[in-house]
């Protein structure tokens, strides 16, 4: 990935969007059976060391002067937090929303947030804060937790910035 100096300077010459996977959880793979979207408590959450990495991000990028403009999370509780801690607002945007358990949403969640992407003309850098299965299946790349992926909205390869959490 690209340093977070070299990746906010890429972010200047053109218009992208990032993709953020959320912060560290707690243990496990996927949610516990009966989660509801309704309750956090029912959900894999992050961890004190989740909710500290995300606010090492938000600091980070700001530090580095990227512009973070519009900020939108999945519904899950994990990506909604990270959003909160790391950039103090965020819109939940059900494209974002993982398809982990149910991959027949996948196509049409993948369009409409490449459809965002393609459509972004710049002034300043949108925040998706999604999960792994999201960002793999837009961009090809794997995400660890917290990793931020830039996405040009002119179609050109993705990037991963080294993590900056």
Do not use: K
Request: proline share 7%; aromatic share 6%.
């Amino acid at each position: 990935g690209l340093a977070l100096p070299e990746a906010a300077r890429r972010l200047a010459r053109g218009p992208h969007v990032l993709l953020m996977r959320h912060a560290i959880t707690e243990p496990g793979v996927g949610d516990p059976p009966g989660y509801r979207l309704d309750d956090c408590a029912s959900q894999r959450n992050l961890s004190a060391e989740g909710r500290e990495q995300s606010r090492r991000i938000g600091a980070a990028l700001r530090a580095a002067g990227v512009p973070i403009g519009d900020v939108r999370a999945s519904a899950w509780c994990r990506c909604r937090d990270t959003a909160q801690l790391a950039f103090g607002r965020h819109d939940v945007w059900p494209a974002l929303n993982s398809f982990f358990d149910d991959r027949t949403t996948e196509p049409a969640r993948t369009a409409e947030l490449r459809a965002f992407v393609a459509a972004h003309r710049g002034g300043s850098v949108p925040m998706m804060v999604t999960h792994q299965v999201n960002i793999s299946a837009a961009t090809g790349l794997y995400t660890g937790f917290g990793q931020v992926v830039a996405v040009p909205a002119d179609g050109g390869p993705a990037f991963a910035l080294v993590p900056v959490g």
